[in-house]
């Protein structure tokens, strides 16, 4: 129904930027929340950003705050995540997400209540 791919991603070194992009295809909706998640080896998958589509409102994780940015371009169903002052502890896998919203009021940053996710894309950050 909804696919996600995420080009990009690579090595990058310590304090250096990255930008990884989600190109969203298939049937996509204004009413889904889309997300980054990223997941570093023998660690849980960790909510890092995201948006409502509808409204444009953005949330950040705590560890990123400050260093990074989501964004988007409606006319090409594409969404970034602009990532600022890397540290090794960022590296990790970073895959795209989509959830269908229907009616919640409370951005939901929970992997699980996501339904669409991209194949990841690995980010690794040098000292």
């Known amino acids: 129904q909804v696919q996600l791919v995420e080009p990009g991603g690579g090595l990058v070194q310590a304090g250096g930027p990255l930008r990884a992009s989600c190109a969203a295809s298939?049937?996509?909706?204004?009413?889904?929340?889309m997300a980054w998640f990223r997941q570093a080896p023998g660690k849980e998958r960790e909510f890092v950003s995201g948006?409502?589509?509808?409204?444009?409102?953005?949330y950040y994780g705590d560890s990123v705050k400050g260093r990074f940015a989501i964004s988007r371009d409606n006319t090409k169903n594409m969404m970034y995540l602009q990532m600022n002052s890397l540290k090794p502890e960022d590296t990790a896998v970073y895959s795209c997400?989509?959830?269908?919203?229907?009616?919640?009021?409370?951005?939901?940053?929970?992997?699980?209540?996501?339904?669409?996710w991209g194949q990841g894309t690995r980010v690794t950050v040098s000292s």
């Open positions: 948006t409502r589509w509808s409204t444009g409102s953005t």
């Open positions: 298939g049937r996509t909706s204004s009413s889904y929340d």
């Open positions: 997400a989509a959830r269908v919203r229907v009616g919640t009021i409370l951005f939901q940053t929970r992997d699980d209540q996501y339904d669409y």
